[in-house]
């Protein structure tokens, strides 16, 4: 019999939450804490944002999704001096975008099959829609890894 490569889902990840409260449209907000690949080691994941807005977005509304790593196992690769408290979130770090369009939420979007690299990082969002996030500490990004399995 031959073998099967299936896919094997772990367990969601919440990696943004109470930060993406009262958040200011332009800004990029970096999870407060690493997501460890270099031990759990996870191939691929898929994103899922929700937001709700003050106000309805502008109609080319987008919240893009950044993943900082630690390649050398100290310092964030995040376009300044390594410590991501004030990451330059540039299209080298660009791994998705969330598209909002003229809405004010709630919104929920998906980015799937992101393939990451098995080293720490500090996801990040980056809101580039003319309206802030309301100031509610219901937002979120969670991310839902998996590796392929040979059976």
Same mark, same amino acid.
């Given at each position: ?18 930060? &993406?409260?009262?958040?200011? $449209? +332009?800004?990029?907000?970096? @999870? =407060?804490? !690493?997501? %460890?690949? #270099? ?27 950044? &993943?900082?790593?630690?390649? $050398? +196992?100290?310092?964030?690769? @995040? =376009?300044? !001096?390594? %410590?991501? #408290? ?66």
């Amino acid at each position: 019999m031959a073998n099967k490569i299936l896919w094997e889902k772990e367990s969601e990840v919440s990696l943004l939450t109470t930060e &993406l409260q009262n958040v200011a $449209d +332009g800004s990029t907000t970096p @999870d =407060g804490a !690493d997501y %460890d690949n #270099a031990t759990n080691q996870f191939r691929w994941a898929d994103f899922l944002f929700y937001g709700t807005f003050d106000a309805a977005c502008d109609a080319d509304a987008i919240v893009g999704l950044y &993943l900082f790593y630690k390649l $050398d +196992g100290t310092n964030y690769a @995040d =376009g300044e !001096d390594g %410590d991501v #408290a004030a990451p330059v979130a540039t299209a080298n770090s660009r791994h998705g975008i969330f598209i909002i369009g003229a809405d004010a939420g709630p919104i929920y979007q998906q980015v799937l099959g992101v393939r990451l690299s098995p080293r720490a990082f500090r996801a990040a969002l980056k809101l580039a829609t003319g309206q802030d996030l309301t100031d509610v500490a219901t937002h979120f990004l969670k991310m839902y890894p998996y590796n392929e399995e040979l059976q």
